[in-house]
């Protein structure tokens, strides 16, 4: 053993908190790990240290004692079973076996203490897509997925009935081993059964033993009035089931907007372009635009309204997703020019091209060629 400062051999500080032990020790775990550096001995020599080093640091009782007497303190005593668990020999292999499922398999908490090998399911991802007038009002919406849940067949055992459960013969049933340390008296989960007192002597036909099983889910979910595109719900425990009494996940749903034929969303407001003739932006007059909530209000156009403003409709767009207050609803205009004139439109047409002082051009072929001679040249 090169180093006995365990800290310094995990790189964190003497006031480390169990996540910070944790994470660097992921870290160099993922480095060092066997698998990854094959016949490097240097590798293998420091993966044993990190290891041990982690062992004690992430345990409490141990780190006390490490942290109060050293590395000597941990291995003085009572020969027997020489340490915990013997790092220096022949257990090696099992000790970090256990380790490993503990920590790359459990997800979170425990660090191989109280509920070892239970885990947290995973989270699930899905999207649900929903009109603007589903944004507007709320909604509930079915979302179908596929999630593992627990076996119905076992309730989540992995075995077969009761008699396919049978007490764990390492700690018979206890879940926790025994270590004297002189003074000290340790325990720590079972390796055989995870602590669990149990293991499964014959497994569920349904599952082959994992407890769980892939399942299609539909749930309900409420969409709050006011949504925002991309903004993501989260149902707590709708993810995959846990394992071993583990937590089950979350399912996180991501709203999308459907295309609106008349709106288009800015923020809490909707803009709406509204088709006006030439003459009623010319003289003024009222138009009505379509609202979200169904039906349409009348706006009030002024004489000489120019292409391209815009008219403010005062709460006629979404709510806040609080609650509180509404958005307007944004008018833009857009001017229509009129085609296919009727005779009579045609001569009104002229006229008001001769009172601006236009000449206007004759329907007549050779003198729209004139008319365009003129404009060109
Ligand atoms: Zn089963
Ligand atoms: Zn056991």
Not at 25 to 46: C, F, I, V, W
Not at 233 to 250: C, E, I, N, Q
Not at 332 to 338: A, G, I, N, T
């Amino acid at each position: 053993m090169a180093s006995n400062d365990y800290y310094r051999t995990l790189g964190v500080p003497r006031n480390a908190g169990p996540d910070e032990i944790k994470t660097a020790y992921r870290k160099l775990a993922m480095k060092y790990h066997p698998d990854r550096n094959q016949g490097n001995k240097e590798a293998e020599s420091t993966f044993k240290e990190i290891n041990e080093a982690y062992e004690v640091l992430s345990t409490p009782e141990k780190r006390q004692v490490y942290d109060q007497y050293g590395a000597e303190g941990l291995k003085a005593g009572a020969g027997g079973r020489g340490g915990f668990g013997g790092f220096q020999g022949a257990d090696l292999g099992d000790m970090f076996g256990d380790l490993f499922e503990n920590l790359f398999t459990q997800g979170q908490g425990g660090g191989g203490r109280g509920r070892p090998r239970s885990r947290r399911g995973a989270d699930l991802k899905y999207e649900a897509e929903i009109t603007l007038e589903e944004a507007f009002s709320g909604v509930k919406v079915p979302v179908n997925f596929d999630r593992t849940e627990l076996c119905e067949e076992c309730d989540g055992t992995g075995a077969r009935g009761r008699t396919g459960i049978k007490k764990c013969p390492t700690c018979h049933g206890a879940g926790r081993v025994q270590y004297s340390q002189g003074f000290f008296a340790f325990s720590q989960a079972c390796p055989d059964c995870g602590g669990q007192g149990e293991v499964i002597s014959s497994p569920c036909k349904a599952c082959n033993g994992a407890g769980r099983q892939k399942k299609r889910a539909t749930i309900n979910v409420k969409i709050p009035a006011g949504v925002e595109e991309g903004s993501v719900l989260r149902v707590s425990g709708g993810g995959d089931a846990g394992l071993k009494g583990g937590d089950s996940g979350d399912l996180y749903i991501q709203v999308g907007l459907k295309h609106h034929p008349h709106f288009e969303r800015q923020g809490r407001d909707l803009v709406y372009d509204a088709q006006v003739q030439v003459w009623q932006a010319a003289l003024g007059g009222e138009t009505d635009v379509p609202v979200i909530e169904g039906g349409r209000v009348k706006i009030r156009i002024p004489a000489g309204t120019q292409h391209g403003k815009v008219f403010r409709v005062h709460d006629q767009g979404m709510p806040s997703p609080g609650g509180k207050g509404r958005g307007d609803l944004l008018v833009k205009v857009k001017l229509e020019v009129p085609h296919d004139l009727s005779p009579r439109q045609r001569e009104l047409f002229e006229e008001l091209a001769k009172l601006a002082g236009h000449e206007a051009p004759s329907q007549d072929g050779d003198k729209d060629k004139g008319f365009f001679k003129k404009i060109l040249g």
